[in-house]
């Protein structure tokens, strides 16, 4: 018998049992041919996540930039402001230091289109232009990058326009035209998971994947000794034998199928769920759950909570969430220790606390004009520093942490968080000076402010993290998109005004 025909016949009993199997799960002839062959072929790469986070209103680059080396931009730490700093105090980004080995900085980039607040309308497209303009269609990275994939992107926002619709304010995600995000996160959660009352919806994947597993030593045995002496050229079928056995025999194998087989857990979404039933909203929208102060804290942490599961059971590969509209004046006292007092500009996170000046230091020398924060004084922005780091540290407690601890479903041996990216932003850099660019001076005192850019996460070994990455000059914002959309697996991606991927992020 020819080799290449027992090659067939092995395959074709692999792709009849997973065809099979497709069918009684409900799905069309051709569906489960394509998901049958897909099956009996080598195993392929883990799907890769992406989750971009918006964070309103900028930073105060004294309790942002991370401490670097100047010799060595892998020698970082973000649980402290820049090592010139003489002050220690509320650092940003310090929940994320227990990942700094995937976490990236990055500096020197721009936005083309916009000033102050404004850029949140081309911020996240590249598109260059008139200030204000929120008529010429766009399309920003995260749908760039699930059109790419092939799949839906889910935004959700938590009071993310004002309560009367969408205003330029709001516009932040776009797809030709300008999206607006989900504010229910129960009806996110049903639309992707079904009703907690119903049954979980049908993963064809997982379902097929745990069909796979279940093979016997005995078919297993049977196949191999069907293939035993095929050449180099045509044992593909008899890895992914070798590789199904490496599975079952390794640890863990029971969280080896994907949790979307069954409905995850949301407490914090069945909590808004509950708070929000029967509310009225009128006219003016004043009575929307959705959009009450009151509510903000918990609708946010159920968005983060819905985007983990979704992450990790990818249900959803590609997410975006948008906390609070520009502008947005909510109480933040509750992001402050008891012990600090309420500064001079008030709690409210806009007009109150981001628009706090930088102070010199106490030891300022006004001879020396080295940007550098140590000329700030850090106790003067600490509160709106106080407001940003909670945004992180929901962040990090509901969807970063999650996807660190939490066993890839999809590809066992590696966490979640080794196949996603997770993408930090917004829409202006120094908070009170609202900088689009990179600014080193004209300021008093002069010190570095940069873009807030990160991002958390390896995108399955497609990016090169734990690393400061800074460019003296600046880029274009959509060069970065571009880079991450490369990692993602989207390579025929565009962006306006592009001048190349960021090489030193892509491995």
Same mark, same amino acid.
């Not at 004043?286 to 968005?303: K, P, S, T, V, W």
């Not at 220790?337 to 300022?364: E, I, R, V």
């Not at 407001?387 to 962040?395: D, E, I, R, T």
């Not at 571009?482 to 962006?495: D, H, I, N, P, R």
């Given at each position: 018998?020819?080799?290449?025909v027992?090659?067939?016949?092995?395959?074709?009993?692999?792709?009849?049992?997973? %065809?099979?199997?497709?069918?009684?799960?409900?799905?069309?002839?051709?569906v489960?041919?394509r998901?049958?062959?897909?099956?009996?072929?080598?195993?392929?790469?883990? $799907?890769?996540?992406?989750?971009?986070?918006?964070? $309103?209103?900028?930073?105060?680059?004294?309790?942002?930039?991370?401490?670097?080396?100047?010799?060595?931009?892998?020698?970082?730490?973000?649980?402290?402001?820049?090592?010139?700093?003489?002050?220690?105090?509320v650092?940003?980004?310090?929940?994320?230091?227990?990942?700094k080995?995937?976490?990236?900085?990055?500096?020197?980039?721009?936005?083309?289109?916009?000033?102050?607040?404004?850029?949140?309308?081309?911020?996240?497209?590249?598109?260059?232009?008139?200030?204000s303009?929120?008529?010429?269609?766009?399309?920003?990275?995260?749908?760039?990058?699930?059109k790419?994939?092939?799949?839906?992107?889910?935004?959700?926002?938590?009071?993310?326009?004002?309560?009367?619709?969408?205003?330029?304010?709001?516009?932040? %995600?776009?797809?030709?035209?300008?999206?607006?995000?989900?504010?229910?996160?129960?009806?996110?959660?049903?639309?992707?998971?079904?009703?907690?009352?119903?049954?979980?919806?049908?993963?064809?994947?997982?379902?097929?994947?745990?069909?796979?597993?279940?093979?016997?030593?005995?078919?297993?045995?049977?196949?191999?000794?069907?293939?035993?002496?095929?050449?180099?050229?045509?044992?593909?079928?008899?890895?992914?034998?070798?590789?199904?056995?490496?599975?079952?025999s390794?640890?863990?194998?029971?969280?080896?199928?994907?949790?979307? &087989?069954?409905?995850?857990?949301?407490?914090?979404?069945?909590?808004?769920?509950?708070?929000?039933?029967?509310?009225?909203?009128?006219?003016?929208?004043?009575?929307?759950?959705?959009?009450?102060?009151?509510?903000?804290?918990?609708?946010?942490?159920?968005?983060?909570?819905?985007?983990?599961?979704?992450?990790?059971?990818?249900?959803?590969?590609?997410?975006?969430?948008?906390?609070? %509209?520009?502008?947005?004046?909510?109480?933040?006292?509750?992001?402050?220790?008891?012990?600090?007092?309420?500064?001079?500009?008030?709690?409210?996170?806009?007009?109150?606390?981001?628009?706090?000046?930088?102070?010199?230091?106490?030891?300022?020398?006004?001879?020396?004009q080295?940007?550098?924060?140590?000329?700030?004084?850090?106790?003067?922005?600490?509160?709106?520093?106080?407001?940003?780091?909670?945004?992180?540290?929901?962040?990090?407690?509901?969807?970063?942490?999650?996807?660190?601890?939490?066993?890839?479903p999809?590809?066992?041996? &590696?966490?979640?968080?080794?196949?996603?990216?997770?993408?930090?932003?917004?829409?202006?850099?120094?908070?009170?000076n609202?900088?689009?660019?990179?600014?080193?001076?004209?300021?008093?005192?002069?010190?570095?402010?940069?873009?807030?850019?990160?991002?958390?996460?390896?995108?399955?070994?497609?990016?090169?993290?734990?690393?400061?990455?800074?460019?003296?000059?600046?880029?274009?914002?959509?060069?970065?998109y571009?880079?991450?959309?490369?990692?993602?697996?989207?390579?025929?991606?565009?962006? $306006?005004?592009?001048?190349?991927?960021?090489?030193?992020?892509?491995?």
């Amino acid at each position: 018998m020819q080799q290449h025909v027992r090659l067939i016949r092995a395959t074709r009993f692999l792709e009849r049992r997973m %065809f099979l199997k497709a069918l009684a799960l409900g799905l069309t002839v051709p569906v489960a041919a394509r998901l049958a062959r897909t099956a009996a072929a080598a195993p392929a790469a883990p $799907p890769k996540r992406f989750f971009l986070f918006y964070m $309103p209103h900028g930073v105060p680059p004294e309790h942002f930039n991370p401490q670097v080396s100047a010799s060595d931009r892998t020698s970082f730490a973000l649980d402290k402001p820049s090592a010139d700093m003489k002050v220690p105090d509320v650092s940003i980004l310090s929940p994320f230091q227990k990942y700094k080995s995937s976490v990236n900085v990055y500096q020197g980039f721009k936005y083309l289109a916009g000033k102050t607040h404004s850029s949140i309308l081309s911020c996240l497209s590249g598109l260059s232009g008139e200030e204000s303009d929120d008529k010429t269609p766009r399309t920003s990275v995260e749908h760039v990058i699930a059109k790419a994939l092939g799949v839906k992107p889910l935004i959700l926002g938590a009071c993310s326009h004002q309560p009367y619709g969408l205003d330029t304010n709001g516009k932040l %995600f776009w797809d030709g035209t300008a999206v607006d995000p989900q504010k229910n996160p129960a009806a996110a959660a049903d639309a992707l998971f079904g009703k907690t009352s119903a049954a979980p919806p049908v993963n064809a994947d997982a379902e097929l994947r745990k069909e796979l597993l279940a093979l016997t030593a005995t078919e297993i045995q049977s196949l191999q000794g069907t293939l035993g002496d095929l050449t180099t050229e045509k044992t593909k079928l008899q890895r992914h034998l070798e590789a199904i056995q490496n599975i079952q025999s390794g640890s863990g194998v029971g969280s080896g199928v994907s949790s979307c &087989t069954a409905t995850p857990s949301l407490p914090t979404v069945e909590k808004v769920r509950a708070a929000s039933a029967g509310q009225v909203i009128d006219s003016s929208g004043g009575n929307d759950y959705f959009y009450q102060e009151a509510n903000f804290q918990l609708l946010l942490q159920a968005q983060l909570e819905l985007v983990a599961q979704a992450l990790v059971c990818n249900a959803a590969q590609v997410a975006a969430l948008m906390p609070m %509209f520009t502008t947005c004046d909510f109480n933040f006292s509750f992001s402050q220790p008891l012990s600090l007092a309420m500064p001079n500009s008030g709690w409210a996170h806009h007009a109150g606390l981001s628009h706090t000046a930088g102070q010199a230091a106490k030891d300022y020398q006004a001879q020396n004009q080295t940007p550098s924060i140590a000329n700030l004084d850090p106790t003067t922005r600490r509160a709106f520093a106080g407001a940003q780091l909670w945004f992180m540290q929901q962040l990090d407690k509901y969807v970063v942490s999650v996807l660190a601890n939490t066993d890839d479903p999809t590809a066992p041996g &590696t966490k979640v968080l080794d196949n996603s990216l997770i993408y930090i932003m917004s829409e202006i850099g120094e908070c009170n000076n609202h900088t689009t660019v990179t600014s080193l001076t004209g300021s008093y005192p002069p010190f570095p402010a940069y873009l807030p850019l990160v991002s958390i996460g390896k995108s399955g070994g497609a990016l090169k993290s734990g690393q400061v990455i800074h460019f003296d000059t600046d880029r274009p914002a959509s060069d970065l998109y571009l880079t991450f959309a490369k990692a993602m697996g989207a390579s025929t991606s565009t962006f $306006p005004a592009t001048t190349g991927p960021v090489t030193e992020a892509l491995t």
